[in-house]
């Protein structure tokens, strides 16, 4: 028995002439490609889809409506707490110029008030205040990281328990000090930049930056050096260390304003929601 509509006769048919009876199969065309000297089958790699004909990546592409993600905030809120970790780790030592006490986070952790200046000035107080919860939880993300591998056991084959307990190793007063003095300062000096700028809008630029950093970096100073190393720095080496640390974080700030000017004027013109001359009111996020 056969199936409907099959054809016996091709059973009797010479091969070439049963191959003929069979419909054609259409062979895909190919986009021409240019002959580089390689073999045939390069184009295999020939691309389906260009680039052009793909949808903006909204993970990448700037918005063009006013209020939306803005373009350097991000990157200064890394910087930011990039610098501040750092500036953490190094602060366990104590260096000494001549009669001059200070701790490694003062070669870093200045700039965290230039850019925390930036993010008041350009984005305002709520998201200059979110940087700096972000910049607070990573600080204690990176205590109890440190504190885990502290505790953790050893291998036999690792010698440096010591040294890493001395340079990474949880010590309360330290990681204490380091985030109360933090937040109490990088708050105190975005609040005192912004309300300033409420009444001086665009102008008087240096007197906000100088005076906000002046308040903030008095109240950083004096919580982190009494929690930190009150009673180990005892007397007049611990009023050194203090004056010291708080004059030179200060002078750190107006050394750079030349530079921390055409930076903030640069932000400012690249920042799509930014309105020259409108202040952003503390712990509000609005425009006044």
């Keep these: 028995m056969f199936a409907p509509g099959h054809d ?28 580089s000297g390689n073999s045939d089958s390069d184009w295999l790699d ?11 990546d ?30 953490n780790i190094g602060a366990t030592k104590l260096i000494q110029f001549g009669p001059i006490i200070t701790d490694g986070g003062a070669f ?28 607070f939880g990573l600080s204690i993300l990176a205590s109890l990281t440190f504190y885990l591998v ?12 010591a040294a890493f307990e001395a340079v990474l190793g949880f010590v309360p007063r330290i990681v204490l000090a380091s985030l109360c003095g933090f937040l109490a300062g990088q708050l105190l000096n975005a609040y005192v930049l912004v309300r ?4 001086t809008k665009e102008r008087h630029l240096w007197a906000r930056l100088i005076g906000s950093t002046l308040v903030g970096e008095l109240a950083d100073t004096v919580v982190f ?11 007049g080496d611990f009023l050194n260390y203090v ?41 509000t996020g609005d425009r006044r």
């Design 196 to 199: 300033i700028k409420q009444r």
């Design 150 to 161: 502290q505790v953790a056991p050893a291998a036999d084959a690792y010698e440096n328990q």
């Design 225 to 235: 050096c009494t929690i930190a190393f009150y009673g180990v720095i005892t007397g």
């Design 108 to 135: 870093l952790f200045p700039l965290t008030y230039i850019f925390g200046d930036v993010l008041s000035e350009v984005y305002g107080f709520r998201r200059a205040r979110r940087a700096i919860f972000m910049g």
């Design 46 to 56: 020939d691309p389906v889809t260009s680039s052009s004909d793909l949808p903006p």
């Design 243 to 283: 004056i010291t640390g708080y004059v030179y974080k200060c002078l750190v700030e107006v050394v750079m304003l030349p530079v921390t000017y055409p930076v903030i004027g640069l932000i400012k013109r690249h920042e799509p929601d930014y309105v020259p001359g409108a202040a952003v009111a503390a712990g």
């Design 8 to 35: 016996r006769r091709q059973e009797w048919l010479p091969p070439n002439d049963r191959f003929a009876r069979q419909p054609a199969l259409r062979r895909p065309e190919s986009r021409p490609v240019a002959d």
């Design 58 to 87: 909204p993970a990448t592409s700037r918005p063009s409506w006013r209020g939306g993600r803005s373009g350097n905030y991000d990157l200064i809120v890394v910087l930011f707490c990039g610098m501040l970790l750092i500036s």
